[in-house]
């Protein structure tokens, strides 16, 4: 298991949500054309040798694994390359989660066609990947960050693709474990799905934080 | 909510497989390059520069909307655009699930950077997402297709990124709904992660299949 913890200051990780951002920004938008596009088969194989072109001159400088934390001197802990909030990850939407120290958040974001399960519908999947992300935030704001212990997922009906909106809140904290409940909204506000989930506080991540002598108050 | 339904001949269908879904592997691998690269600044600038030309260029002939669903003549329902298991879509990792008649699902397959939680593992919303798709798969193998109801996870530890396997299978099926079980394993075998989910097929689907006379065993 590969991964990096880097030590950033504010305006290093500023440079990099505005440079590696717009890169990440600009892949997915190619991933949104690939996914739709119905240009001929001779113009595709030119785009992909290009694309695989542009692939090689990436990576001649690149970390060796996974993308890990950058921890900054101000104490945020941010997950770039996390898989529904990173900037830096093209799988994110991604999505900017918005907190109150209370342990609620909340955020609205568009899901296309790269989130699709069911015909013109968001993946009930991916509805659980946003949900547990939002969960795990608002745990963390109200002062009990955690890993998901477990996860429960009710789907009321389906979401459409498009503009979708989704808020968490502590229910209670006990001990180590914090209760958080969450819900997925379509475009009019209705719920289209109702979670609830236990998270945990690891010991790795305990021994991480008194390393940096810091308790994040989020993961961002 | 705009998307397709498209009748293609089993040669339609795997002419796009190889250069569609070649097209999407390539920018998976540009997705995996813009997160980890270190390359400077200016370089950054001149890929991302180079992506927009080729996104404009795929954006010249496109399907308005979602991918939504492929129909061949054989019955069978190909959801390329699928956030799991869609060849054309470069945010699926993607999965190719095995199924059997009795309604079992299994498949092994490699969770890159891209699909990062706490440093160097799995996010838990990723395991959802996977979970949640091959035991759909799994209900729709044995008989019994359906859209997630609900979907109940417990996380029994980490999953380390990089090679997984997971496994689904039927438990009972009552009426309309079908109650599935799943396993999320890391590289030596060991369970991490554990769901149950209860799918049900909903009317809109029910007389899609009526229509085109046929019932799909499986959604791939």
């Known amino acids: 298991m590969d991964y990096?913890?880097?030590?950033m200051t504010v305006e290093e990780l500023e440079d990099e949500r505005v440079v590696f951002g717009g890169l990440a920004e600009s892949v997915r938008e190619l991933a949104d054309a690939s996914l739709r596009t119905t240009v001929p088969a001779e113009v595709v194989a030119e785009v992909q040798t290009e694309i695989e072109r542009l692939t090689a001159r990436l990576r001649k400088e690149q970390i060796p694994g996974a993308f890990g934390v950058s921890m900054s001197s101000q104490g945020t802990v941010r997950g770039h390359g996390n898989a529904v909030?990173?900037?830096?990850?093209p799988v994110?939407?991604?999505l900017k989660i918005e907190h109150s120290d209370e342990g609620r958040a909340w955020s609205s974001f568009r899901l296309g066609p790269l989130y699709e399960g069911p015909p013109g519908m968001v993946h009930g999947g991916v509805a659980a990947l946003v949900l547990d992300q939002i969960l795990?935030?608002?745990a963390a704001a109200g002062g009990s960050p955690g890993m998901t212990g477990t996860l429960q997922?009710?789907?009321?009906?389906g979401t459409p693709l498009g503009e979708c909106s989704a808020?968490?809140?502590?229910?209670r904290v006990e001990g180590a474990k914090t209760f958080a409940k969450a819900e997925l909204r379509r475009s009019d506000g209705e719920t289209t799905v109702q979670a609830e989930g236990i998270f945990i506080l690891?010991?790795?991540a305990r021994e991480?934080?008194?390393e940096h002598h810091q308790r994040p108050t989020r993961f961002e």
Chains 1, 2 share one sequence.
Do not use: F, S
Request: glycine share 6%; hydrophobic share 45%.
């Open 208 to 210: 991480a934080m008194d």
């Open 136 to 138: 795990g935030e608002a």
């Open 92 to 94: 994110a939407p991604p």
């Open 153 to 157: 997922l009710r789907y009321v009906q």
């Open 202 to 204: 690891p010991r790795w």
């Open 4 to 7: 990096t913890v880097v030590e």
């Open 167 to 171: 808020e968490a809140w502590i229910d």
């Open 85 to 89: 909030v990173g900037l830096r990850n």
